[in-house]
């Protein structure tokens, strides 16, 4: 007995190492960890793992259990995680990026910052017909310009189009994409000091701005 317990906290103390989005990824999706915003208060800096577990209740945090049969060491570490996702400080997102960071990281997802991208001309509708896909086409006299009233031409076609993604579109996407890495910052250093039983956050992180050529 001696040596069984002895050799189950050797496996205990060795940790495996992760990166801060693989180790949300594991707890919000292969041990379906959840958060919910019932009666949550704010989760002081620097928490340690004797408050979180005391408060997990309280934050709404729940682990179903997942692909590690829900032993108790894997679900422990799992409610951290959501408990420190739940509590992440309104100056880092607050609720809103904690749903998304969740919802994110069940998914196995990262936010969308459109890599390439810039603004196109494409048609605003699509119709199909027998010979194939085509751009729809309106009457230009029902089309009316702004500061210049209707078209003048009578018995003419045109193809109403639009702008995708639009620069606006872009550049919020990628003010998130940034918001949301700013986030996981901060997720990464609460967990180090959360003491995961199981794991180790290494410093691994999604690049700042992947859109500048893979720039970190």
Sequence with gaps: MVVAMRQIQ??????????????????????RASVEFDEVGVAPVGVDTI?????????????????????????????????????????????????RIA???RAGLSPEYFPDASPRVV??????SKYGLFA?????????????GRFPVKDSRCCPVRVVP??????????????????????QAELRMAGLSHWEVTDELPPIAPWRGGAV
Excluded: H, N
């Design 10 to 31: 050797a496996e205990r103390a060795v940790k495996q190492q992760i990166g801060v989005k693989a180790l949300l990824e594991w707890a919000f999706g292969a041990e």
């Design 123 to 128: 048609p605003l509708e699509m119709r199909r």
């Design 166 to 187: 639009t620069a606006q579109q872009i550049g919020a996407a990628r003010r998130f994409w940034l918001d949301w890495v700013g986030a996981l910052m901060f997720l």
């Design 103 to 105: 919802e994110l990281a």
């Design 51 to 99: 408050w979180l577990l005391m408060q997990r209740g309280r934050l709404g945090c729940k682990v179903d259990g997942g692909r590690y049969g829900g032993g108790a060491q894997s679900a422990s570490d799992a409610e951290i995680v959501a408990a420190i996702v739940a509590a992440l400080p309104v100056a880092q997102g607050g609720r809103g990026m904690a749903v």
């Design 136 to 148: 729809t086409t309106v009457d230009a006299r029902d089309i009316q310009f702004a500061g210049f």
